[in-house]
């Protein structure tokens, strides 16, 4: 594993509490944002900060991540998708 050292002012560290919890924070907000951007699964994340996948969705309301990320151009492919296969009987 790899160690990033991050330079943080005292003010921002008394809100955090300590430097523990800083580092806690830190990498739950970057693999929260790679989930958010679509870089990383919710796997992979529950993986990486060492939680069940099924403890991820608390986790992920908490930033206001959704669970599900479904676009509503995603629901009217499925939707077409779904007239087509009717249309052919399939």
Not at 1 to 11: F, R, S, W
Not at 61 to 87: C, K, M, N, V
Request: hydrophobic share 45%; proline share 6%; glycine share 6%.
């Amino acid at each position: 594993m790899k160690a990033v050292t991050i330079d943080l002012p005292a003010e921002l560290l008394a809100l955090l509490g300590s430097e523990e919890e800083a580092k806690r924070g830190a990498k739950v907000a970057l693999i929260l944002d790679l989930v958010r951007r679509g870089k990383l699964s919710r796997a992979k994340a529950a993986e990486l900060l060492q939680m069940p996948l099924w403890g991820l969705p608390e986790l992920l309301a908490q930033y206001r991540i959704p669970w599900f990320d479904y676009s509503p151009e995603d629901l009217r492919q499925d939707l077409e998708t779904l007239r087509q296969r009717e249309g052919t009987g399939a």
